[in-house]
């Protein structure tokens, strides 16, 4: 019975997994076939003519550039709402803090207030500060990632024990060995599913980057919208949309080994 109830666990989970991949699966399909089509007529099941047509044209649409932009962007978010939210995680999750409520209240602001409302008052005080376009996008940015890393993080170091720091500052271990020691290995599969979100945050963002940016910084997302205006050009769009799904597809199966190996 003890060896019988994980192999029956597995093969109750199987079906739910897989019907989980299909689902995200499925609609990648017409994308994939269109970006390697030059025709493909109604009603044809298929695509009548073969080609990469539209990667050339994506190429010449400025679709490489654009691609940059957006792992810049989703790493400077990353990199600037992970730290800000384990801290503020940590705080919530590990001491008293005054008003927690209102606390978390406003760390959700930017998810539970319109998005719009949200970029417009805050580009109205970055222009005001005198902030540079980019820089006022970035941080825009990871005050809308804040609300995923803070809740991550505190979810994460609810279950956390501060025991193994005690342990080692009895042992002699600095600040710094206990951090990056101790701390940093215990927490991440935690920050590293943290970044992702954050990441995602600033790769797929197409409002904040029009309305802050003013236009003049041109992500893929933002490509990809100015390419579906447009008739005639789904092959374009489809490879420009393929383009935009494989950074996040890597950095989860980066994020997904990370968990595993800090869970074991």
Excluded at 23 to 30: G, T
Excluded at 46 to 75: C, E, H, K, M, N
Excluded at 214 to 240: C, F, I, K, Q
Excluded at 249 to 264: C, F, H, P
Aim: charged share 10%.
């Amino acid at each position: 019975m003890t060896r019988a109830a994980p192999a029956w666990r597995r093969a109750a989970v199987a079906p739910r997994v897989a019907l989980a991949l299909a689902w995200l699966a499925v609609p990648l399909v017409p994308l994939v076939l269109w970006a390697a089509s030059d025709r493909w007529p109604y009603p044809a099941v298929l695509p009548t003519d073969w080609g990469l047509t539209g990667w050339r044209q994506a190429a010449g649409q400025g679709a490489v550039p654009a691609l940059g932009r957006s792992v810049l962007l989703g790493l400077a978010v990353a990199a600037l709402a992970t730290p800000a939210g384990a801290m503020a995680g940590r705080a919530l999750a590990l001491h008293r803090v005054p008003a927690r409520r209102l606390v978390e209240a406003l760390l959700l602001a930017p998810v539970a207030v319109p998005p719009f409302a949200v970029v417009m008052g805050l580009t109205t005080l970055t222009l005001r500060a005198g902030v540079p376009g980019t820089v006022a996008l970035v941080l825009v940015l990871t005050v809308s990632a804040l609300p995923y890393t803070v809740f991550v993080m505190r979810s994460a170091y609810a279950g956390y024990d501060v025991g193994f720091e005690e342990d080692a500052r009895t042992l002699g271990a600095g600040p710094r060995a206990v951090l990056l020691r101790v701390h940093l290995p215990l927490a991440a599969p935690a920050l590293a599913t943290a970044a992702f979100l954050a990441f995602l945050v600033g790769w797929s963002d197409y409002v904040v980057t029009l309305v802050v940016g003013g236009g003049r910084l041109v992500t893929l997302p933002m490509l990809v919208g100015a390419l579906s205006s447009a008739t005639g050009n789904d092959a374009v769009v489809a490879a420009v949309s393929v383009t935009a799904v494989v950074p996040p597809l890597l950095l989860l199966a980066a994020t997904s080994l990370l968990a595993r190996r800090g869970a074991r």
